[in-house]
Structures are given as structure tokens and as C-alpha cells.
């Protein structure tokens, strides 16, 4: 049988995002008290709903297929990875903000200045493989996530007149939690489909990630604009990505990874005992 490209997922589920972000985009400039932004805000809701809807009359062609969706440990993957996205990509935004306009840096000693996250990132995500593979998924999904909340809580400390070096080691642990959350989170999430549906996964996945990306800018956007001085707006968001972590980590310790593998955390604790005796 041929597939099916599904236009009517595509378009549901465009329409849920579009309005959604620009019901936070209009929030800032009209006020959020308002029928407009009740109205996106409501039209968004009711989109998605219908999206579930269309995905399941869509049966195989579905733009993701009903076996999928009931998945839990993948349905938690996803929203994990939504959730974590937002704060990484929020991150990307403001920290070269605040660089640009209250350390006066210029956009090349912006892109510099992530360096301790950048690089961190990129040395982590080469070790996590070896870390997913000798302590399970469960461990280092919700490390990284816990990681991730502790760099963005670091983060939120920020105040008008604060330095570089300020932000150093909330970007050197964000990095941490960045690097170890995305790799592990992904094949966390692949497994646990059907070897048949891992492409598919991954593209879920990938889409998940792009789109707590645009939802977290939007949201993190709002947060800003909200505040009269913009040093405690980009404060008060990270403390609310903090917090989103948080709740973020706690999905993933219940749902993602199945159950704690103590048998790998103990042959971990064991190697490393007999490396340090």
C-alpha cells in the first residue's frame, strides 16, 4: 500500500503552534487581558485536540501514527525534550543579549563569550555514550536535566552590574546538562519504539526540539518584555526555565528509561571503587 503524505496532521498542528506563539508575541504589545490573546490562546488549545483527532483517523499515514502516541516512555521523551528546549534555546538568545547590551560586548565577543557552554556541551555530548551505556537511560536523561536546571537557576542570579565572570560556571553547567540530556534523550526515546520506527522517532524527536524551541522564545520573550528593566526579566525567566527543568526531570525520572537499572549503577560504583584502590 502506498503512504500517504498527511497534509491534514501538517496543517492541524502548524495552526496549534502559530497561535500559540503568536497569542505570546501580540501578549506583550496589546496586553494579555484581552479577547484576541483568549482567543489564540483558545484557538491553539483546541487545535491540538484536533491534531490527536486527525492522527488518529489517519491511522499508518498518520504524521504520528497512534502506536507512537500511546507510547508513554516516548510521549515522555517528547515533552521532556520540549521542555528542555525551550530553556536551551532561551539561553542561546539572552546570554548574548545581556553580553551585548549590559557588558557592551561587540557580536563577535558574544559568540566568544558561550564558549564555556558551547565547549562543554560538545565535551560532554563525546562522553555521554559511555555514560548512557554503563548507567542507563534513566540516570543520565534526568542528570543532564538536573543539570540543566541548576545552570539556568545559576543563570537567573544575574543583576544589573554583574560581570563575565559571573556567568561562567552557570554556562559551564549548563553545558554539562545540555550535553548529557540531548544525546541521551534521543536514544532513550528511539528505543523505545518498534526497530521499524526508529527513523520516524527520530524525526518526532528532532520536531519535538525545534518546536519547545520556538515555544520557549516566545514564552521566554513574554517573561522579558513583562518587566519594566530587562536585566530582572531575563532574571525572573531563567528562574522559570529553572523551575520548568525541574519539572522536566521529574517526567523523565517517571516515565523515561523504565525502571532504575541498579545492576549498572552498581557495576559503576564497583569500577569505580577498584580505579581509585
Not at 152 to 181: E, K, P, Q
Not at 214 to 236: R, Y
Request: charged content about 10%; hydrophobic content about 55%.
Amino acid at each position: 500500500k502506498r503512504e500517504k503524505i498527511d497534509y491534514r496532521g501538517m496543517g492541524v498542528l502548524t495552526v496549534a503552534v502559530f497561535s500559540l506563539l503568536l497569542g505570546l508575541d501580540l501578549g506583550t504589545r496589546i496586553g494579555w487581558n484581552t479577547s484576541w490573546i483568549y482567543g489564540l490562546f483558545a484557538l491553539s488549545a483546541a487545535a491540538f485536540l484536533m491534531f490527536l483527532v486527525v492522527e488518529r483517523r489517519a491511522g499508518n499515514d498518520a504524521l504520528v501514527p497512534d502506536d507512537v502516541i500511546r507510547n508513554t516512555g516516548f510521549a515522555a521523551a517528547c515533552l521532556t525534550v520540549l521542555a528542555m528546549s525551550a530553556i536551551f534555546f532561551a539561553a542561546l538568545l539572552y546570554l548574548p543579549q545581556y553580553m551585548a547590551h549590559e557588558l557592551k560586548f561587540s557580536a563577535i565577543e558574544c559568540g566568544a563569550g558561550l564558549l564555556p557552554m558551547m565547549g562543554t556541551f560538545a565535551i560532554t555530548s563525546f562522553v555521554s555514550g559511555r555514560l548512557y551505556a554503563r548507567l542507563g537511560p534513566k540516570v543520565s536523561v534526568v542528570g543532564g536535566a538536573l543539570f540543566l536546571a541548576a545552570g539556568m537557576f545559576l543563570l537567573s542570579r544575574i543583576h544589573t552590574g554583574a560581570t563575565y565572570a559571573d556567568l561562567i560556571f552557570g554556562m559551564f553547567v549548563l553545558g554539562i546538562g545540555v550535553g548529557l540530556f540531548y544525546s541521551s534523550i534521543t536514544t532513550a526515546g528511539i528505543t523505545c519504539l518498534n526497530p521499524a520506527r526508529a527513523s520516524l522517532a527520530g524525526a518526532i524527536v528532532y520536531m519535538f526540539q525545534i518546536a519547545g524551541g520556538s515555544i520557549g522564545l516566545g514564552a521566554n520573550t513574554a517573561i522579558v518584555l513583562s518587566n519594566s528593566n530587562f536585566v530582572d526579566g531575563i532574571s525572573i525567566a531563567f528562574l522559570v526555565d529553572a523551575i520548568v527543568a525541574v519539572c522536566g526531570a521529574v517526567v523523565a525520572l517517571i516515565f523515561v528509561g523504565g525502571t532504575l537499572d541498579r545492576e549498572k549503577l552498581m557495576a559503576a560504583w564497583r569500577h569505580k571503587h577498584r580505579a581509585h584502590a
